[in-house]
């Protein structure tokens, strides 16, 4: 005789186990301002983010044209002292030697990569400017982090669920900045469900007026790298700035692996553009030099 309990049982049992158990995964839904406090927390102290505010990202650089043979290696600096921010990347290619992307006394500076030609890259940030003036681009790389001080935030953030990245959970938060978005468009902020680490950022940038860039000349033999001349259609634009390799430098915790894939739509064509650097350290310094964020010898246009 079987006194114990039925396969009915334990298929009953094994479905509210299976229900508490996404129950618990789920947890309580939290706003928008626990979510950045927990992010914070996962960076470090506050006087350990206020020691390294001056601080350089070095390492290795990689560009590639995807559905092309253009690819390209370099190395690369990305500072920051908490107001100001500069990214230098060079590459070998004759037409495309070098990426710098800065923003200097809340002024953007994004010199042309030839004469009258700015990148895709630099043409959709220079546009598209809202990423850079609220301090939104490269997270926590930068101690210009939007979320690194109190009144860093431009403009308004609202929950919008939970989503899977790579199998790992995370909390997503859209970003509005004041003045809103053009229709269709969005930035969403994605951080680690468990530990709290930025992951990714998704910049939607739909229909933009005129195109990313309009340097007002014609469009260049760019050579190696030809579809990064002209003017960008208005089908569409995404930037999709991803974070991993967390570690501990100087008592913060910082990513050490970062990449940037823009996807944009010319006149029917998608262009992708991967851009991918790979920090060997994170130098802390006292003081930058006082003409350091600058971009001296170029010319911005």
Same mark, same amino acid.
């Given at each position: 005789?079987?006194?114990?309990?039925?396969?009915?049982?334990?298929?009953?049992?094994?479905?509210?186990?299976?229900?508490?158990?996404?129950?618990?995964?789920?947890?309580?839904?939290?706003?928008?301002?626990?979510?950045?406090? =927990?992010?914070?927390?996962?960076?470090?102290?506050?006087?350990?983010?206020?020691? !390294?505010?001056? $601080?350089?990202?070095?390492?290795?650089?990689?560009?590639?044209?995807?559905?092309?043979?253009? =690819? !390209?290696?370099?190395?690369?600096?990305?500072?920051?002292?908490?107001?100001?921010? !500069?990214?230098?990347?060079?590459?070998?290619?004759?037409?495309?030697?070098?990426?710098?992307?800065?923003?200097?006394?809340?002024?953007?500076?994004?010199?042309?990569?030839?004469? +009258?030609?700015?990148?895709?890259?630099? +043409?959709?940030?220079?546009?598209?400017?809202?990423?850079?003036?609220?301090?939104?681009?490269?997270?926590?790389?930068?101690?210009?982090w939007?979320?690194?001080?109190?009144?860093?935030?431009?403009?308004?953030?609202?929950?919008?669920?939970?989503?899977?990245?790579?199998?790992?959970?995370?909390?997503?938060?859209?970003y509005?900045?004041?003045?809103?978005?053009?229709?269709?468009?969005?930035?969403?902020?994605?951080?680690?469900?468990?530990?709290?680490?930025h992951?990714?950022?998704?910049?939607?940038?739909?229909?933009?007026?005129?195109?990313?860039?309009?340097?007002?000349? =014609?469009?260049?033999?760019?050579?190696?790298?030809?579809?990064?001349?002209?003017?960008?259609?208005?089908?569409?634009?995404?930037?999709?700035?991803?974070?991993?390799?967390?570690?501990?430098?100087a008592?913060i915790?910082?990513?050490?692996?970062?990449?940037?894939?823009?996807?944009?739509?010319?006149?029917?064509?998608? $262009?992708?553009?991967?851009?991918?650097?790979?920090?060997?350290?994170y130098?802390?310094?006292?003081?930058?030099?006082?003409?350091?964020?600058?971009?001296?010898? !170029?010319?911005?246009?």
């Amino acid at each position: 005789m079987h006194n114990g309990p039925s396969m009915r049982t334990y298929s009953l049992i094994l479905v509210l186990l299976l229900s508490v158990g996404g129950l618990q995964a789920q947890g309580k839904k939290l706003t928008a301002e626990e979510i950045i406090a =927990k992010h914070l927390q996962s960076i470090g102290k506050s006087e350990a983010i206020a020691n !390294a505010k001056q $601080r350089m990202a070095v390492g290795s650089s990689e560009f590639t044209l995807l559905s092309s043979s253009t =690819k !390209a290696n370099g190395r690369a600096v990305l500072a920051s002292n908490g107001t100001d921010l !500069a990214m230098v990347s060079t590459f070998n290619l004759t037409d495309y030697k070098m990426e710098r992307i800065g923003i200097f006394g809340n002024k953007i500076n994004i010199p042309f990569i030839v004469p +009258g030609q700015r990148s895709s890259l630099g +043409g959709f940030l220079n546009t598209y400017n809202k990423v850079l003036n609220d301090r939104i681009f490269g997270g926590s790389i930068f101690s210009t982090w939007i979320f690194l001080e109190p009144e860093g935030s431009k403009g308004k953030l609202e929950v919008d669920g939970m989503k899977k990245i790579d199998g790992r959970d995370t909390w997503v938060i859209n970003y509005i900045p004041k003045g809103g978005l053009t229709s269709g468009s969005s930035i969403k902020i994605y951080f680690d469900a468990e530990n709290f680490h930025h992951l990714r950022t998704v910049y939607r940038q739909k229909d933009p007026e005129g195109g990313f860039y309009d340097t007002g000349s =014609k469009a260049s033999n760019m050579g190696s790298v030809p579809e990064m001349g002209g003017q960008v259609a208005s089908n569409g634009t995404t930037l999709t700035e991803t974070f991993g390799d967390y570690r501990e430098e100087a008592g913060i915790t910082l990513p050490h692996q970062y990449s940037i894939h823009l996807s944009a739509d010319r006149g029917g064509v998608t $262009r992708n553009f991967q851009y991918t650097f790979n920090i060997e350290e994170y130098k802390i310094l006292k003081n930058f030099p006082a003409d350091f964020f600058t971009f001296k010898d !170029a010319i911005a246009g």
